[in-house]
């Protein structure tokens, strides 16, 4: 589904979320939610969504979609192609919301948001319940991948492939559950955590904190990044998944928990649980609260993305959708230095003199280089096939200062472009100011062997046409010199 309109009832935590994913990818979205503060509550969420994004990727992003508030679910819906029910868990409400939708919309995929309802009890009573699923999102939506994908008895199957590329189009990890469940997968995890936890607090054992820092400062960052049973499987060291259970499982049989049964969640137990949650985080603010959790999360996806792992690795894939999306059409005219980058400095680039670092100046030219690869077809498919260019030699100039906020761009002339080689001069430009150039030489690799190798015939011919153009161009000043030498 490429970018379309979409709607969403219920503004709260998880529909704002969903607001603020869909629009910051490219889609309108026509909100409904009686709160008179809805219109306020998801500008904050999405303000908080852009300062993450912004911080989480440098993929070119699309132009965000207009989002729009309607005093009613039909406006919202109508002619809607995706529509996101977040409204309460209340089976009764959700159906009244679907008999509202069906009034003026016919055609498009309803996704609810629900925790736990099976999506065949939310189908009864519905005219065309094969295009009803569940696309359970975990918060912050527009952050976590996550997102539970579940179809009822009635669901068309083809509403469901569509739903998976759909959300994967957002840069989403979409699980089907293949078999209905009430809770589904993960949250039949939270739930027993969440069970053994209250057991834990109300008999003394550990105050909320405690349980936190349980979860944060150990198995929950192992979780993040491999799960539950990969994770025992190294427990059981060079023997095993075989070892670990031999030599855990017996435990399953001891009282360690008491997930059968769970506390009454009477006035002495909630007053105990919120007391000790208000001790524990009372003195920051609720949006101070989800700012440092989404730098957290931030800086676990980038780590993870290094590492190529989890979540990470979705994340490179939709970054790298990204970046050849965002890649702009070949110029008519590439007989001269051909545009390769154009951004504002982002905040996090800069020194304690908000002036642009050192780093940052390498990897301006290095996205300069991703973009003149991608115009000669040295893309993320070329690449996926196995061909690339690695760059073994670096010269940069810096020149003048770039400072946050200010729109720098970059152009590109091949200096060589035959065989195996590819050699590149890019300049950096604020308006018509130069702050710095920079040469690279490439070397074309086969990432099978990692050894140099010829390119592809398309490509070389495609680099070969712009080398031959570029030839007749005045040498760029700057270009052949070392370190040391004058300007």
Request: proline share 5%; charged share 25%.
């Amino acid at each position: 589904m490429s970018a379309s309109t979409v709607a969403v009832i219920g503004g709260g935590v998880v529909g704002g979320g969903w607001v603020a994913r869909l629009s910051l990818n490219g889609h309108a979205v026509r909100v409904h939610d009686p709160d008179p503060q809805a219109e306020r509550k998801i500008g904050e969420i999405c303000a908080l969504a852009r300062r993450a994004y912004a911080k989480l990727t440098l993929a070119p992003q699309p132009e965000p979609g207009a989002i729009t508030f309607h005093p009613s679910i039909g406006a919202a819906v109508r002619g809607a192609d995706w529509i996101v029910e977040a409204v309460p868990e209340r089976l009764d409400l959700k159906r009244m919301v679907y008999a509202s939708i069906e009034i003026e919309n016919q055609g498009g995929i309803i996704a609810s948001t629900t925790s736990g309802f099976r999506p065949s009890d939310l189908q009864d009573g519905l005219q065309n319940p094969e295009r009803l699923i569940v696309a359970h999102p975990f918060v912050p939506v527009y952050l976590v991948p996550l997102v539970e994908v579940v179809a009822g008895e009635k669901t068309d199957p083809a509403a469901v492939e569509t739903a998976k590329r759909f959300l994967s189009g957002l840069g989403m990890y979409p699980l089907h559950v293949k078999k209905e469940i009430d809770a589904f997968i993960a949250d039949r995890f939270l739930e027993a955590v969440w069970r053994e936890a209250l057991w834990l607090i109300r008999d003394g054992y550990a105050t909320t904190e405690e349980v936190d820092e349980a979860i944060r400062m150990g198995f929950g960052l192992r979780w993040a990044q491999m799960g539950l049973f990969e994770g025992y499987r190294i427990a059981g060291g060079e023997a095993g998944m075989r070892h670990f259970i031999a030599q855990f499982g017996p435990a399953l049989q001891w009282p360690w928990t008491r997930l059968t049964d769970v506390p009454e969640l009477d006035e002495t137990l909630i007053e105990l649980i919120a007391g000790q949650s208000d001790a524990q985080s009372g003195h920051l603010g609720i949006r101070e609260l989800e700012a440092k959790r989404d730098d957290n999360l931030v800086a676990i996806l980038q780590a993870l993305k290094v590492n190529d792992w989890g979540a990470g690795r979705v994340l490179a894939a939709h970054e790298k959708r990204l970046f050849d999306l965002g890649a702009k059409p070949p110029p008519d005219d590439i007989s001269q230095p051909v545009e390769t980058l154009r951004l504002r400095v982002p905040p996090d680039w800069t020194d304690y003199n908000n002036h642009m670092n050192e780093a940052r100046y390498l990897q301006a030219f290095a996205d300069a280089t991703d973009a003149l690869m991608r115009l000669i077809g040295c893309d993320a498919d070329y690449i996926a096939a196995g061909g690339s260019y690695f760059t073994v030699e670096t010269h940069i100039r810096h020149l003048d200062e770039a400072r946050a906020g200010e729109e720098i761009h970059a152009t590109t002339q091949v200096l060589e472009g035959a065989g195996k080689k590819m050699r590149l001069f890019h300049r950096l430009w604020r308006g018509a100011d130069l702050l710095a150039t920079g040469e690279h030489m490439l070397i074309h690799v086969s990432l099978k062997t990692r050894a140099a190798s010829a390119p592809g015939a398309l490509v070389a011919e495609k680099l070969a046409e712009i080398a031959a153009l570029h030839a007749g161009l005045p040498v760029p000043d700057g270009a052949g010199r070392a370190v040391g030498m004058g300007r």
